[in-house]
C-alpha cells in the first residue's frame, strides 16, 4: 500500500532554514505528481506546493512562493521541500501527499494518501 514517510521537521528561529524530506513506497513515484501540505493548529490543510511527475513544473501558494522550493529524486522515490526565511506563520505539521491519479494535477482535497506529517515549529 502507499507508504510516504516525512523528516526534517523541527524548532528553529524566524529567519532560519528548513529541508523537509518525504519517502515514498507502495506505488510508482514517477508516475504522479506530489504535494507538499501542511496543517496548522485549529486550522485545516494548506496545500502549499506541488511537483509534476517529471520534476519540470512546480507550483506554490502565495504564503510561500519565493522561500520555499520543492523538489524530487524520482531514482530515490524521495519529495523535498527547501524552506528558508521560515515565519512564525510557518508553523504547522507538514505532510506530503500523492497525487489523485497517474501523470494528473489532480488532488483529493480529503488527502486520503499522505504521511503521518513532520512538525516545523518557527518560534524565538
Known amino acids: 500500500q502507499v507508504q510516504l514517510v516525512e523528516s526534517g521537521g523541527g524548532l528553529v528561529q524566524p529567519g532560519e532554514s528548513l529541508t523537509l524530506s518525504c519517502t515514498a513506497s507502495?506505488?510508482?513515484?514517477?508516475?504522479?505528481?506530489m504535494f507538499w501540505v501542511r496543517q496548522a493548529p485549529g486550522k485545516g490543510p494548506e496545500w502549499i506546493s506541488r511537483?509534476?511527475?517529471?520534476?519540470?513544473?512546480?507550483s506554490y501558494a502565495d504564503s510561500v512562493k519565493d522561500r520555499f522550493t520543492i523538489s524530487r529524486d524520482n531514482s530515490k522515490n524521495m519529495l523535498f521541500l527547501q524552506m528558508n526565511d521560515l515565519k512564525p506563520d510557518d508553523t504547522a505539521l507538514y505532510f506530503c501527499?500523492?497525487?489523485?491519479?497517474?501523470?494528473?494535477?489532480?488532488?483529493?482535497?480529503?488527502?486520503?494518501?499522505r504521511g503521518q506529517g513532520t512538525q516545523v515549529t518557527v518560534s524565538s
Open positions: 501527499a500523492k497525487g489523485a491519479g497517474k501523470f494528473s494535477s489532480m488532488y483529493d482535497e480529503a488527502w486520503p494518501e
Open positions: 511537483i509534476d511527475f517529471r520534476n519540470r513544473a512546480t
Open positions: 507502495g506505488f510508482t513515484f514517477s508516475d504522479y505528481w
